[in-house]
């Protein structure tokens, strides 16, 4: 690598240290191109060279924050196959306990989950590559359980399925989070989840 | 009447009107005091006159749309139980008739929809008891069928249930709509509900 090549790669590395613990601490609408160009001691112009623009530094982050959370779901699941049983109980005990580490997730880290959840890409951009594969990394832990609960699925409807059950866990921390409809406290938000997660599962191995 | 309380009561509907418009066309991010002002034909500071701010202007536009979306799931809920067949049968239909009635209100209304579910008060201030009044009202529609189900239920236990089914929901259509998982056509979203939510009714008749 040369030089100025190394040079370059470190600012990136900072730019994306500074702007994750922004988005820790303030969440992603507080980053701010001045204050990260002082954080680091780059010119304001010097973030430019680098990345296109802030979206691509908070894509940066995320990608980062995907990665916990898979740490986080693959230490749910193994804990939760490890408790042994059928492989269908398993299956459920994993959609809940995944759902669980989702809201886990969404709770002790709601700056990085607001940034992977609430952040739009400027009109017109698409989502990166390996965004999307993220997503579907996100997405495989919970076609696991599916595919034993529902064998007969194809794999794009396993797919779907997969990403409904997402959609309503997510529901669920969503609003149970913003104490929106209810004020529940995290111990019981997660019986609530416990609840209808299990009786999903159940519905599902019914079929 | 007196003469002066009429008008203000015909300034209070005129802005009640306008805003809903604004919403309804632009969403209630678009809602800015000049143009309604010059919409009703009034000073800008009359606007003041008759409400304290603009977020008790969009709170009179929900009352109406929690009407709106009251009257749709009304309509749904009889439509369900018409089809005939037992209590439970009933009960498992009509979570999937909300669940999807809920989905048709978000698709067809959605400034009104966003402006339901995203507007947050300013700080300090609560929502106004006929607002918690009309959320009540909205999970009775789920709190009927959960009962049928799920029979042993304390009020309160079967209350939380009905807003976690609730919020599950709103999460399959949250992200459905914003197409940010996958993108599916409205019948196909529409039948991912079906699927998950009769999952969920069978799961808690099955308890």
Same sequence: chains 1, 2.
Avoid at 3 to 24: F, G, H, Q, Y
Avoid at 97 to 121: I, K, V
Wanted: proline share 4%.
């Amino acid at each position: 690598m040369t030089k100025a090549k190394a040079r370059r790669e470190e600012l990136k590395d900072s730019l994306i240290e500074a702007a994750e613990r922004t988005i820790v601490a303030h969440g992603h609408t507080a980053l701010k191109a001045r204050a990260l160009a002082e954080e680091v001691g780059c010119a304001l112009g010097a973030i430019y060279t680098v990345f296109p623009d802030l979206a691509a530094l908070i894509l940066a982050v995320n990608a980062r924050s995907f990665a916990l959370l898979d740490t986080m779901l693959t230490r749910e699941a193994e804990a939760a196959a490890a408790a042994g049983g059928g492989p269908r109980a398993i299956a459920n005990r994993t959609l809940i306990a995944l759902a669980n580490g989702y809201l886990d997730f969404a709770a002790d880290h709601s700056g990085r989950w607001r940034a992977l959840f609430d952040f739009r890409l400027p009109e017109g951009q698409d989502l990166p590559q390996t965004h999307q594969r993220q997503l579907e990394d996100l997405f495989r832990h919970l076609e696991t359980p599916v595919s034993i609960l529902q064998p007969s699925l194809a794999a794009a409807e396993r797919g779907l399925l997969a990403r409904s059950l997402f959609a309503a866990a997510h529901g669920m921390v969503l609003l149970g989070l913003e104490g929106k409809l209810v004020q529940l406290p995290l111990p019981y938000l997660r019986e609530q989840i416990a609840l209808v997660v299990s009786a999903m599962g159940r519905g599902l191995e019914g079929d």
